[in-house]
């Protein structure tokens, strides 16, 4: 696309990965019971073991009360109003992406998502110039639909594959960790996803090994009243060192959808795992009509020695956002990070943050988080960091700013400290302003429209997170920034 | 008589039953706040459900222990700081005439039983309890431009009497008043007051508390405090005693260029438990707030803070701050921390922090080089870490009892 046909599109739509696929799918009834659960388990061709953790959790699932806790509100969901299962119809799995439907390929194109190993293809070495190898996995609806280079990622021994077929393939592995971070009733929505989970990504880095890519899975929601349900579990041994990103767009619609999705990272000894999200479900529109609720749990066990998790996000999109990226800091001195960039504009609400548990000597954390409000919107930080007596000498620093644009939005922090050992030092910082007079009036004498004025402050205001992002999605981030805040200013 | 005992919410509830044909005031204001606190009960006492704002703070002890009577107050009064200002004693949240002194404008809440409108029974427990059961307590009015000097207010607990006084204090425009609020006493008492405040445009109030109650007692105050434009609210809490306590102030900041401050210190050891919970709404612009809490914790004890700042969206150009740190003495203290700001206005500047760590080694050894004996170099960098909240108590007098007081709870841990 011309970059004036680029801007004449998201100037229209405000929301320019709106747009449906027309496949023909494999859609469950409506409704959510054990026939439905036994149904997705028999779709995935799931061992017993499988199905029986699945209706566990789903018997939890109905002794349990939705969270009311964060500030958000929204019409009752009906959980009986939607199909828990939706799949692009095929006859078998495809073998290659030459047997993917062209019409998905088509989309996966229109997002910018390369699902084509293009250097391998070509047969000539990659151009050290060009952009640098990404592994992908792409989930659309319920399934996962292709991951790439996953030849290239197997001879060093690292496993990326959909999670359905790591059940398959890697039961033990799958048994072992799964649900070992968040257990099946931990909350609400952990629950519900630990029933009806239908594809994710399985990331398994071995002993040692530096994943010699980044690895991402791009998630799209498409058919009309599903949930998208997905599970992501990814383990790096001893000394493993593993970068993933997640990235998430779904059609314009008048309905709410739901997602809610399970995320658990394991840090071993010495083991680093950094996850991105770029967040960019449908928001909604103006008046506040459609978009997603994404419900997330998403939750770190560092539990080797030095282990290190890195949480960085940047959410746009969404109708409600309720998502706390966690660690638990369990190995000594290992590290908890979490960077995020929440933008909320129209009506969206944001109740974002993270949990830091300090369990281990000497674990450290870093929290920085970013909100931004704009148009009607609620944006909340709301986050917990917990010393227990062991975490002798723990140490978090936590930045929260909040930036208003507009005087009908809010901009909340609820923070909570709790300590238990003297030898921990925790600090806390929080401020909340709007953009300030003089720098809007420094850019604008020096002939910047104003809507390029109050990017460039945004992005300013985001650098410390921003730059925590792989190269790849900074460039996304900053211009989904600029395009979310269109229209908010003047 | 044989009289069986109830404890906890049920307890007062019969308590009220039988007393509230006697009890002044408007009955239909106590009905509806009796109507609350069964609804409500005791916050983690019996009832099941949790309150966000009770989060840190189980009132399981008070709910467990039994209220009977009143015993002596004469080994208090002893512990009274002795200053030269005219004074109310409550004892058992009765007013004792012959310990009291004049004070113009003064009438007790038994004379003129009017609720000041302020408080929330509906929406705090405690308040309701308060509201259902208040016999006593003490109205203060200070009229347009007078400067009212000091007035003491004095608090004896005794024996395992509960006793539930409501102050109310109005100051009116431009008039300036300093209150010292005492607590003290002796048993196992639960002390809950209410105190309803409106200070008028241009007014000022400075309000200093010392609560330094008996080690086996329970405290819950709730202050609310409106703030007409141009007028101020000074507050201060030294929080010393009491086995669970709590101190919750509601601040409104009503009127243009309406200021408030909120600080207080809360020195804990034992197995004490102390929750300081405040909130501070901005409703008016150009108006400003600052709070500076401090906890210094030893043994078992267990500090919460708790702060709000909730910014209306008319309330342009707030200013809002709010600090709290904490210093852990102990490996068994845990302090629990909820610093909020709720902004819905976009031209304010607000801003909060939070520390925790024990004292600084490095400062420690500073002194210790320089030949101060350890216990001491501890107390002054203990002094030091209160002096920011205590600045806020600019008269001299109150600020040295406070003082003594701070020096006292630290020979205390020493010995």
Known sequence: MSATAEILDSVQSGYKWGFETDIEMDLAPKGLNEDIIRLISSRKDEPAWMLEYRLKAFTAWKQMAEPEWARVTHPPIDYQDLHYYAAPKKKAGPKSLDEVDPELLKMYEKLGIPLKERAILAGVEPDPNERPQIAVDAVFDSVSVATTFRETLSKVGVIFCPISEAVRDHPDLVKQYLGSVVPVADNYFSALNAAVFTDGSFVYIPKGVRCPMELSTYFRINARNTGQFERTLIIAEAGAHV?????CTAPQRDENQLHAAVVELIAMDDATIKYSTVQNWYPGDADGKGGIYNFVTKRGA??????????????????????????????????????????????????????????????????????????????????????????AGARNHTQCDSLLIGDECGAHTVPYIESRNPSAKVEHEATTSKIAEDQLFY???????????????????CKEVLKELPMEFAVEAQKLLAVSLEGSVG | MSVVTQTGAAGFLARYEALKDRLPGDAAVRAAAAESFRVAGLPGGTSARRIEAWKYTSLRPVAEAVFQGSASAAGAMAALPKMNAPRLVFVDGKLQAHLSDMVPGFKSFADQA????????????????????????ACLRVPAGVDAG?????????????????????????STLVVLETAIGEGNYLHNPVTEISIGSGAHLTHVRLQDEAAAAFHLSTIYAEIADGGTYDGFSLVLGGRVTRTEIHVRLMGPKAAAHMNGAQLLSGAQHADFTSVVRHDAPHCNSRQTVKN??????????????????????????????????????EIDSKPELEIFADDVKCSHGATVGELDAEQLFYLRSRGVPDSEARALLVRAFLVEALDLVTNETIRSILEQRVDAWWERQAA
């Open chain 2, 150 to 174: 000091v007035i003491q207010i004095v608090s004896i607990g005794t024996g395992t009497a509960a006793f539930h006084p409501r102050h109310v204090l109005k100051l009116e425009a431009g």
């Open chain 1, 243 to 247: 970068s993933y990103l997640e990235g």
């Open chain 2, 296 to 333: 210094v914790l030893g043994g078992k004890s267990r500090g919460v803070f708790q702060g709000r700042i909730e910014v209306a969206r008319q309330a342009q150009k707030t200013d809002g701050y709010q600090m709290n740190q904490a210093l852990l003495l102990s490996p068994d203290a």
């Open chain 1, 443 to 461: 850019c604008r004498q020096r002939g910047l429209s104003e809507e390029d004025a109050v990017n460039l402050i945004v992005n300013g205001f």
């Open chain 1, 302 to 391: 560092c539990r080797g020695e030095r282990s290190k998790i890195s949480w960085t996000q940047v959410e746009t999109g969404s109708a409600i956002t309720w998502k706390y990226p966690s660690c638990v800091l369990i190995g000594e001195d290992s590290v908890g990070e979490f960077y995020s960039v929440a933008v909320t504009t129209n009506h969206q609400q944001a109740d974002t943050g993270t949990k830091m548990i300090h369990i281990g000597k000497g674990s450290r954390s870093t929290i920085v988080s970013k909100g931004i409000s704009a148009g009607r919107s609620n944006n909340t930080y709301r986050g917990l960091v917990r010393i227990l007596p062991s975490a």
């Open chain 2, 114 to 137: 009017v609720f000041g409108g302020l408080a929330r029974p509906d929406r705090d427990p405690l308040v309701a309890l308060n509201t259902m059961l208040a016999d006593d307590g």
